[in-house]
């Protein structure tokens, strides 16, 4: 009986999984999804085909476990945001303009992981993005309808497809901060930002 490859480690079926998950977002990220091959995702993570299919039944079970793996990862940091938020109006936007422009903010090199908007504008992935967001509005219904945090939260979606996937030069991090501070100022209550009677 020969010994088990060293790239595959049988007690370890999580890390993986995990390997599996950040190649695929690494190679959607770096190539787009029309290009994503399971071979391709396979090789990046240094196991068979045959591996993957045992952690994942086909090609789509995979895109979806990364898909929600990475905005997995960012609903957690936007509901971190909202426990130290505790201003009722606007909070869920307040916290995922925070949250977009902190990812932005914090990439290191060109194609860190994750996915532009860029990339989410592929249908498939732009219907778990959307998903994504009418799930987390569902808790705060007010904000789903209200014009000021809709704009607020297209900001940061825009500045995120112009941005992401690029390291921010020190001009580039000025602008996205300054950006940061008009979208959240239009996450203030109205009776905030109007002036005081005379």
Same mark, same amino acid.
């Given at each position: ?79 971190? &945001? /909202? =426990?130290?938020?505790?201003? !009722?109006?606007? $909070? ?6 925070? *949250?977009? @422009? ?17 990339? &989410? /504008? =592929?249908?498939?992935?732009? !219907?778990?993005? $959307? ?6 509005? *569902?808790? @705060? ?58």
């Amino acid at each position: 009986m020969s010994a088990p490859s060293p790239r595959i480690r049988r007690n370890a079926p999580d890390s993986v999984r995990q390997a599996l998950l950040l190649c695929t977002a690494r190679l959607i990220a770096q190539h787009g999804l029309a290009a994503l091959t399971v071979q391709d995702v396979a090789d990046a993570a240094g196991v068979s085909k045959g591996a993957l299919f045992h952690h994942f039944a086909n090609k789509q079970a995979l895109i979806d476990a990364a898909l929600a793996a990475l905005t997995d990862d960012f609903e957690v940091h936007v509901r971190f &945001l /909202l =426990e130290q938020d505790d201003i !009722a109006y606007g $909070r869920f936007s307040r916290a995922y303009v925070r *949250a977009c @422009f902190d990812h932005l903010l914090q990439q290191e090199q060109a194609n860190d992981i994750g996915l532009s908007l860029a990339h &989410l /504008l =592929e249908p498939a992935l732009l !219907a778990h993005w $959307r998903g994504w967001m009418r799930r987390l509005l *569902a808790e @705060f219904p007010a904000e789903a309808c209200d014009a000021r945090l809709y704009a607020a939260r297209c900001v940061a979606d825009g500045y995120w497809a112009t941005a992401y996937g690029q390291p921010l030069g020190e001009e580039d991090r000025r602008n996205a901060l300054a950006m940061a501070q008009e979208a959240l100022k239009l996450c203030r209550s109205p009776s905030e930002t109007l002036p005081a009677a005379a």
